[in-house]
């Protein structure tokens, strides 16, 4: 199979049926065999009975509903695992997204052998003060820290070569940092394109100022997971070893100063409870280092999420 297209979607009724004709167009016209994945994350709307007519006409429309909305990061993680083709394409289910990126998304990952291509909506219609601001900062930040050069990471237009989706896990909120976990995966051929910006034409937006908040809480877990995941000892025993010889000569110092002045009592210097402090928090760094390894190799169940039905899909 040459394609499979993956659509997270909350509450997306209306646009999918031009959605799903858009698509099949543009994969007729290219003479692609495909799938479209299509991923309910939850909807209360009629988005479900929408898929399973659209599968009814296009036996290359698939859906996977889940039993309540676990988040967009959930829903493609899901989708790719169950995704067949040699290169598998997301987007967004709003129609903010266009299908007529599909054919040069995938010349990117087939002839030019990237591993993965970001979309880059230079050209934006919501370009509003209270999202683009946020969302340019949100995008340095991210791009100096894991010194992968993109626009946009949290474009929903993506391209991907097989093998990464098969080797990533992506849960949580992670979705606007699958570049990020890709790079430490070992798949450093990143890309960027400029993608057309289309404005919504149904629904509502699902933007939220808590994204901002929550994205570099999970920038700053990436990085450390990325890191440190398969050697957790590295970073909790070097600074518990830090922290522990502070204390440590600290004490000893003090002892020296009492043996050659026994007039003053150590315990009424705050440098003791500083160093008993920091011995203290050095045991304790140590002690979550070998907790750490202890988990890292025994977790097991992350993506757990309960399916309520799946269409076309084993």
């Known amino acids: 199979m040459d394609i499979s297209v993956v659509i997270p979607l909350l509450n997306e009724e209306e646009s999918l049926p031009e959605l799903a004709e858009w698509i099949a167009r543009i994969m007729h016209d290219n003479n692609f065999s495909y799938e479209v994945i299509f991923v309910d994350d939850g909807s209360t709307d009629h988005s479900w ?11 290359s429309i698939k859906g996977i509903k889940f039993q309540r909305n676990y988040g967009k990061s959930a829903a493609l993680n899901e989708a790719f695992r169950a995704s067949q083709g040699d290169v598998v394409i997301t987007m967004d289910a709003d129609l903010q997204d266009s299908p007529d990126e599909i054919p040069e998304l995938r010349r990117m990952i087939v002839e030019d052998q990237y591993d993965l291509v970001s979309g880059w909506k230079k050209v934006r219609y919501d370009n509003t003060l209270t999202k683009n601001i946020p969302s340019k900062f949100f995008n340095a930040v991210t791009s100096k820290v894991s010194k992968i050069k993109l626009h946009d990471f949290n474009c929903g237009l993506k391209s991907y070569n097989k093998k990464v989706v098969k080797s990533i896990e992506v849960y949580g909120e992670m979705h606007r940092y699958i570049p990020v976990i890709a790079k430490w995966s070992g798949f450093r051929k990143i890309g960027e394109k400029v993608v057309e910006h289309r404005k919504r034409k149904y629904g509502v937006t699902k933007f939220g100022w808590d994204r901002f908040i929550n994205g570099f809480l999970d920038l700053m877990s990436i990085t450390f997971v990325g890191k440190f995941s398969k050697k957790p000892m590295h970073f909790f025993g070097l600074w518990g070893m830090i922290f522990f010889l502070v204390g440590f000569l600290t004490s000893l110092f003090l002892i020296v100063s009492k043996l050659i002045n026994f007039e003053y009592a150590i315990t009424n210097r705050p440098t003791f409870y500083i160093a008993l402090t920091t011995i203290i928090i050095g045991m304790q760094l140590f002690l979550a280092g070998f907790l750490s390894e202890l988990i ?17 899909l084993s």
Request: net charge positive.
């Open 49 to 59: 009975k929408v898929i399973q007519e659209l599968r009814a006409k296009n036996d």
């Open 296 to 312: 890292s190799r025994n977790a097991a169940g992350r993506n757990a999420y309960l399916i309520e039905e799946k269409a076309g």
